[in-house]
């Protein structure tokens, strides 16, 4: 018993010891250092600061200068910004990650994720019907159609439609009790006085940007 | 008449605080702090290129403690960072390449079956460790307040690598050849959002304490 009390004892005592030793950045920088005074020449601390300055305003000038879209997708908002102000904060509806099979292909599969990074408006659509691919099928258990006529179904997408690339649209919604959730194919869903907001302000060529 | 007058005068004020408002995508730099004004300068460098090209990035700045994620030079979100460590910082000064996200377990939806629950942020990870190309390590994890058993096991991770680098300097003379390495802790919430949202590729951009002077 007092053996097992001991190597307790000194089992903790080590643990702490390696602790403090840590922290006393043998191996690892610690996480407020100090900073170190040096000494240079009023030349380079100028040349150094305009380059800084130089620099900042590159960078101001990639910004888009005119509003531009940013989707989270973890928290499921699209904003419209300009510069660093926000115009419009939406609850929308982005992609559910979940997976479908592909019939006949060993390893092919669908992931339903909305795409990440920078994409811009390719297309506004008035009235946008939605032409079902073939997953939305195969996820009903129904055989996909041959005629692209069976597979128009209007009415589901709200009254506009922007397109940004690989089928992918930010559209409205029948399911407006589901905003806020990880619930689409990879579209992004909008309620229908937001979606005429984002309709109104985004232009062809806006950018979004999806994080 | 003075109506006349203050309303252009009104206007004009106007007009010129919005063109003063420039927006903060850079932090703010001592002009005076020589290595703070260099590890601007190299981050605005490599930020520059990559903000030229459709895409989004993260920083992590270990000097205002925070996680940004950005696109074209803009912040479009960002979180705080609750502590940090690093080993062989001096050397993490390029933009890095992750190599692969997090795992996340993907539900399967099966034809004509039961609606499948998508996944969220609650299903990824808190704790995970991300590795880049060219070498850095960036360990994330949540406090010892939030969940005892990640940091014990952080902790111990970090005891073991102590051990091993001083069993080598003892029994060899000299230090193992280590890599970059940086531990994060942020809450598990934002844990979980940077599992969310980086992709495989995905640039890093790291701003640092402490560089060396300049030559």
């Known amino acids: ?211 | 008449m003075y109506l006349l007058l203050a309303a252009p005068i009104f206007l004009l004020s106007f007009i010129v605080a919005g063109w003063a408002a420039e927006p903060d995508v850079v932090p703010r730099v001592d002009p005076n702090d020589a290595p703070a004004l260099q590890e601007a300068v190299r981050l605005l460098e490599e930020e520059i290129k990559l903000a030229a090209r459709p895409q989004t990035y993260i920083v992590i700045d270990l000097v205002d403690r925070a996680v940004l994620i950005k696109g074209r030079g803009a912040e479009l979100h960002r979180f705080p960072i609750e502590q940090w460590s690093a080993a062989q910082l001096a050397e993490a000064q390029a933009t890095f390449r992750l190599q692969k996200r997090p795992p996340v377990t993907r539900r399967k939806i099966e034809p004509a079956g039961a609606e499948q629950m998508p996944i969220s942020l609650d299903d990824m990870p808190t704790e995970f460790t991300l590795l880049f190309s060219p070498s850095l390590t960036v360990d994330v994890h949540p406090s010892a307040s939030e969940n005892f058993w990640y940091w014990l096991k952080f902790k111990s991770r970090g005891w073991w690598e102590w051990l091993k680098g001083w069993s080598a300097i003892l029994f060899t003379g000299h230090a193992p050849p280590s890599q970059p390495t940086i531990h994060l802790t942020v809450t598990s919430h934002h844990a979980q959002s940077l599992a969310w949202t980086v992709t495989e590729g995905m640039p890093f951009l790291l701003r640092r304490t402490s560089p060396s002077p300049p030559s």
């Open chain 1, 1 to 211: 018993m007092t053996r097992l009390t001991f190597a307790l004892l000194s089992s903790l005592i080590g643990l702490l010891l390696l602790t403090l030793a840590q922290s006393s950045a043998l191996l690892v920088t610690n996480e407020a250092p100090t900073p170190q005074p040096i000494a240079v020449d009023p030349a380079t601390l100028h040349a150094l600061h305009a380059r800084y300055k130089s620099l900042t305003k590159q960078l101001i000038q990639l910004m888009p200068g005119q509003p531009y879209i940013v989707v989270d997708t973890a928290r499921n908002h699209l904003y419209i910004k300009r510069r660093d102000r926000v115009m419009l904060d939406a609850l929308a509806s982005t992609g559910s990650g979940t997976i479908l099979d592909k019939p006949g292909e060993a390893k092919g599969q669908w992931i339903f994720d909305t795409p990440r990074g920078e994409f811009i408006v390719q297309s506004k659509l008035i009235n946008p019907v939605w032409v079902k691919p073939d997953w939305a099928f195969i996820e009903e258990g129904l055989a996909v159609p041959k005629s692209q006529a069976d597979r128009i179904e209007p009415g589901v997408l709200g009254e506009y439609a922007l397109g940004f690339g690989k089928g992918y649209f930010i559209h409205g919604t029948l399911y407006t009790r589901l905003l806020g959730k990880n619930v689409t194919h990879g579209c992004i869903r909008l309620n229908d006085e937001d979606l005429k907001s984002v309709y109104q302000l985004a232009k062809v060529g806006t950018p979004i940007m999806i994080f």
